[in-house]
């Protein structure tokens, strides 16, 4: 994969130090780790209580419409499974055990900050872009509302706002990502949450309180750690205490999706070699076709 | 008239009924294209969050471009391959693309959210190297505007020797004298360069396209899911390109009252068969390599649509166009040429609507009314430029021997004639 770096694109925007900074990240796959640095949240589900705090959280730091915390008490909204949408970046499901229906468990749903995003891949014009940090960012400014991120997010997480005829936005959620940059300010739903459902810190940390979680108590848990690989893992990971397949995220290989495309794509742009290649191929039979047709031109004159 | 060959401006009227119906149809989808940027596309579509993409991405941008593939595979023949016979059809060709991809980028903008940043993807600040859709973008937007040079000549042509603006304007006739000659100058030279990146261009953005799917393997279809996604979209855009010159082509002559250039047209359609036949065995040994037969036979609307794009749309043009008695028959031509195209579009409906299936869906996706009047109100005013075109400007060629309709003198035609600037 070494020589996709040198590919033609990024050589031409090697103007754009901050460009190359984000594309370096994202075009350099398996080889390149993440950052270890990287930030992520951890999500117990067996810890929480589908308060729906985070969800209050969300909307008034993000300032999306909201209502009293108090309106969030609502249970009743559990009876079907809700999705994130450009009013709200973050909900609560929930589901049951299979073995034991009487057991509920809730979910937070929300971006889960990929890895390598499918998102900020397929993105035109780098208008999402996975920050060294761990947040996922939206730039409104860059976007041009092709909406081809929506068709690339594996989690279908990106919503958009489109009773907004002149300014419509993609909405997701931020991670908090400007909070962060705060001394000491964790993510707006982390905050909240009564029941230390929600853990924030280094993903790699997370990843081993999450092992030693289960471990402690195998039998609250399944030993699966949701984020971990799939799709190449997610700077948010999930425990859960019934199998994962019965809960809205989806069954993900470890596949690095960008990689689909990115591979076919820099394979036909390889320095931009095969493209002139084929110009120069067609140039030439072009001429030598020329010469001959001329050739037999003058020998009929002849 | 001459003797030899040269295309010439069509002297007919620019009304027709035909024309009068299509103005209001285009009328009506100029109305819903701007009722889609005054209350946006949530009042104007039936798009969601599950399905982010409809048919102004399938039909007006997808298949419309494979449908212009036309210019590129006949440039392809006729300037770099050297084939003589074939330059009656490069014109015609050349006009369908250049207004083909124009209105690509009129129905993509509708279908934008923010329209007015579609120039972004042009600042090098934004390129974005991994984005498959910047690919695509980049190259149909070089594509177009060598499309639009490459009309140049003939533009060059009708002009030449002969500007004489109305009224006041006059004075301004020596300047535009000498911009042409120039541009005849410098595009009789160069115009191979542009012919040349033409055909790369088409090559690099036709197969890009079909990559661009491949970054969602979770919510696609099985049965259009492969990584030779790109390798079918390049091969089928170069196999609808000439029944799709027959297809107009017959149109015209029937239109214009022309002797169909039967001799020309069975001639490219030998190539048809041979380059269906390749997608054709790809597209099934993809299909038994990744073993996916079985979803084939699974009886859903994904099973039929795969069947009736093959069957109808791929087999059925090549069992056809292998008769010669059919490719030397105009009717025979007419009616394989459009099967080409009805598979070649249904397989771009299908890859980007049909096979995508949501996460979450809630409710199937089907176009709303807007939808439908802007995608049919884009087609209708093609094909009124493409009428516009061809009556000013030197475009179709009169077959040997043919005599215009001479009842309507070039001079008495309609309005919607430029004569008026041409000596
Ligand atoms: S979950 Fe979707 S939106 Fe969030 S980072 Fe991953 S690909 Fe992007
Ligand atoms: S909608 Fe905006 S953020 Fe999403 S891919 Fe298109 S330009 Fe990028």
Known sequence: ?302 | MNNTEAPAVMPVKYFSRGTKVLFGIALVGMAAYVYRLLFGIGAATNLDDQYPWGIWIAIDVASGVALAAGGFTTAALAEIFHKEKYHVIVRPALLTAMLGYTFVVIGLLADLGRYYNVWHPMLPSMWQGNSVLFEVGMCVMVYLSVLYIEFLPIVVERFKGRVNLPGPLHVFNRLFESVLTISDAFLSRFIFLFIIAGVVLSCLHQSSLGTLMVIAPTKMHPLWYTSISPLLFLLSAIAVGFPMVIFESILASRSFKLKPELPVLSSIARYTPVLLGVYLALKIGDLTIREAWPYVFEGSVQSYMYAIELLLGVVAPIVLLSMSRVRNSVKGLFVSASLVIFGVALNRINVFLVAYKPLYPVKTYFPSIFEILVTVGLISMLVLVYRFVVVNFPVITVPNGHVLNAAVQPERTSVVNINRIVR
């Open chain 1, 1 to 302: 994969m070494g020589i996709t770096r040198r590919d033609f694109f990024k050589l031409s925007a090697a103007g754009s130090a901050s460009l190359m900074a984000g594309e370096a990240l994202a075009s350099d796959g398996a080889q390149t780790a993440l950052n270890p640095n990287s930030l992520g949240v951890l999500v117990d589900t067996v810890a929480c209580i589908g308060c729906r705090k985070c969800e209050w959280a969300c909307n008034d730091a993000n300032a999306l419409p909201t209502q009293d915390l108090k309106a969030f008490e609502d249970k009743s909204v559990f009876a079907r499974h809700r999705r994130p949408d450009a009013g709200a970046y973050t909900v609560v499901n929930q589901f049951s055990d299979p073995r034991d229906p009487s057991k509920k468990y809730s979910m937070k749903i929300q971006c889960m900050h990929c890895n390598r995003p499918a998102c900020a891949s397929a993105c035109i014009v780098g208008a999402l872009q996975k920050t060294p940090e761990g947040p996922v960012v939206y730039d409104a400014w860059k976007c041009i509302g092709c909406r081809y991120c929506m068709v690339a997010c594996p989690f279908q997480i990106p919503a958009y706002e489109y009773d907004n005829a002149l300014n419509p936005q993609v909405r997701k959620c931020t991670f908090c990502a400007t909070r962060l940059s705060q001394e000491g300010k964790k993510p707006a739903c982390v905050a909240i949450c009564p029941n230390e459902a929600l853990t924030f810190g280094k993903r790699e940390d997370l990843l081993i309180a999450a092992h030693s979680r289960i471990n402690a108590s195998p039998e609250k848990y399944v030993d699966h750690v949701y984020g971990e690989t799939e799709a190449g893992g997610t700077g948010w990971l999930y425990l859960a205490g019934a199998d994962f397949n019965n809960t809205e995220l989806p069954k993900l290989t470890a596949t690095v999706i960008p990689n689909l495309t990115e591979t076919i794509q820099h394979g036909v742009f390889k320095s931009f070699v095969p493209p002139l290649a084929l110009y120069g191929l067609l140039g030439l039979i072009m001429h030598s076709l020329r010469a001959e047709k001329n050739g037999k031109e003058e020998s009929r004159h002849e």
